[in-house]
C-alpha cells in the first residue's frame, strides 16, 4: 500500500438492541397521563377566559323591582380552549385505541383488523354490529 493510498475502512450498522418491555400498557397510561396535562391546562385557560369575560355581565332590575336578569354577550370561544380539547380527546382515544391492540397481541393475534365500529347514524351502527358478531 502507497502513503498516498488511505487504508479501507468498514463500518457495521447494527440496531440498537429493543429495551425490554416491562409494561405492554406504557403506551397507553402515557396517553392518558398526556390527557391529564391537556385537561389541567384547559381548565386554566378556561378560568382566564372566564374571569375575562365576567365584566360583560349586567344585571338588571326589573319595573317592579323583584326580577332580576343578568344580561352578558357571549364572546367567540377561543380557537386554543377548542385546540386544547380535541387534543385532550384524540389522546383518550388513541390511549384506548392502543389498549385494545395490546390485548389483541397478548392473546397472540394480530392487531391489523382491530378496530372500534363505527356509523353514520344509529342504524346503520346497529347493522355493523349484528354484521360482525
Known sequence: ???????????????LPSPPVTDPFEGPKSKIERARRHMADYRV???????????????????????VRSV?????????????ASDALYNLRSALD????????????????TYFPHGEDQVKYAKLLKDIV
Not at 500500500?1 to 440496531?15: D, G, N, V
Not at 385557560?45 to 326580577?67: H, K, L, W, Y
Not at 392502543?98 to 383488523?113: T, Y
Open 98 to 113: 392502543q389498549a385494545v391492540c395490546r390485548r389483541v397481541i397478548m392473546a397472540g393475534k394480530s392487531p391489523k383488523d
Open 72 to 84: 352578558w354577550q357571549v364572546p367567540v370561544f377561543p380557537m386554543e380552549l377548542r385546540l386544547i
Open 1 to 15: 500500500m502507497s502513503a498516498s493510498t488511505p487504508p479501507s475502512i468498514k463500518f457495521a450498522i447494527h440496531p
Open 45 to 67: 385557560a378556561f378560568e382566564d377566559f372566564s374571569e375575562a369575560n365576567r365584566q360583560g355581565q349586567r344585571i338588571q332590575v326589573g319595573p317592579d323591582e323583584t326580577e
